[in-house]
């Protein structure tokens, strides 16, 4: 959503989801002087003005409200020439500094003013000029921003160590729709031609792969059995493999299907860089782990914060301990329901997975977090079999 500022004119996003997330986008994209509409279920039309007629400020509780909106950053200054953003908010994995975003930036010709709490930055030059960059990190959204601003950009840049995650790769393609030049989608090395201008394109969205595993996961644990139509198994393989080592059985044939044995057995998990198991998927592993046979010990390697939904798994009869950025989960033979928070999107999903298996009633609390990255969740989780509803 945040490419189409490249590109004066209509553009169509096809196999979008109706989250909040898309919602809160829209409504920055609008407050920028796009018009933005549902063509249908899943299909976004967005009219972009000129570059001149683009207003590059963002209402402060929109940009609260979504760290993805950061992405917003370098397509303001490539078309625009500044941009005027709050710092951005989210989920609260801890800290997550923006200097990624921001010395790249710099270093394609734009300014930044030392403004507490806000992101104020200015584009010195009719463009952007070309930069060779290398990443400290594979940052996802970093490259998303570094790329967007290098397309419009003068001359060649370079992109080191630039993060390879299908949706990075999905971006890249939707700007070569927009007649960009780039090189290396897939891989550590991005090399993109800066073009003078771009146009709209119609392309479609690639399936999101940390929603398909939510739904795998339920199958699994709750000794079922799940088809994702749609879902990408080579953009999983690292998961499924992990899937594989606690006992379930995995047919790629169409989409994703997995069976689930009648008790899931301990593995050991690492969260790392695409193509390593992804950090949002971890919630969901731990949660699977919690009545696996054995001892599992599950890592996280990016976020530290992202083990605050373990209190909450725990009430509901888990054993995990966490030292430092590593949990030891003692898989026991049920879970008991009880009142629990989500916190996050992905903590939210795994504590209604928990939910699934747990003897009795679970209620989760933080709704609100599962609408920003599910779209119909409970109704889902409903035609699979599910007793799911909605309280107020």
Known sequence: ???????????????????????IMGDILTAFGCTVAWENDHTLL????AGDEIQPVAPAHLVAAMRASLVALGPLLARSGSAH???????????RPIN????????????????????????RGPRLRA??????????????????????????????NAAKEPEVEDLGR????????????????????????????????????????????AGLITGGEVQVIDARPDHMDRLLAKFVAMGAEVDCAQGIRVRGPQRLTATDVATLPYPGVATDY??????????????????????????????????????????????????????RGTDVLGTDIRAAAALSLAGLVAVGETVVHG??????????????????????????
């Open 1 to 23: 959503m945040a490419a189409v500022l490249l590109a004066s004119g209509q553009h169509r996003l096809r196999n979008v989801p109706r989250i909040s997330d898309v919602s």
């Open 46 to 49: 967005i009219d972009v003005p």
């Open 85 to 95: 953003l709050s710092l951005p908010g989210g989920d609260d994995f801890g800290g």
């Open 100 to 123: 990624f975003h921001t010395d790249g930036l710099t270093a394609m010709g734009a300014t930044f003013d030392n403004t507490p709490g806000v992101i104020s930055a200015t584009r």
């Open 131 to 160: 930069a060779r960059i290398t990443l400290e990190y594979p940052s996802h959204t970093a490259t998303d921003n570094l790329l967007m601003a290098a397309v419009l950009a003068d001359g060649r840049s370079v992109i080191d």
């Open 174 to 217: 939707q700007l070569i729709a927009m007649g960009a030049r780039i090189d290396g989608l897939g891989t550590s090395r991005l090399t993109i031609d800066g073009v003078e201008e771009l146009h709209p394109a119609d392309h479609e969205v690639i399936t999101d792969r940390v929603v398909t595993a939510t739904y795998l996961a």
């Open 282 to 335: 971890k919630p969901l592993i731990t949660t699977l782990l919690t009545t696996a046979s054995g001892v599992s010990v599950v890592t996280e390697n990016l976020f530290y914060g992202r083990f605050r939904y373990v209190d909450e798994l725990i009430k509901l009869g888990a054993v995990v301990s966490t030292e430092d950025h590593h949990a030891v989960i003692r898989g026991v033979e049920s879970l």
């Open 367 to 392: 709704r609100e977090h599962l609408e920003r990255g599910y779209d119909d969740f409970v109704g889902r989780l409903t035609s699979l079999g599910a007793d799911v509803s909605v309280g107020s």
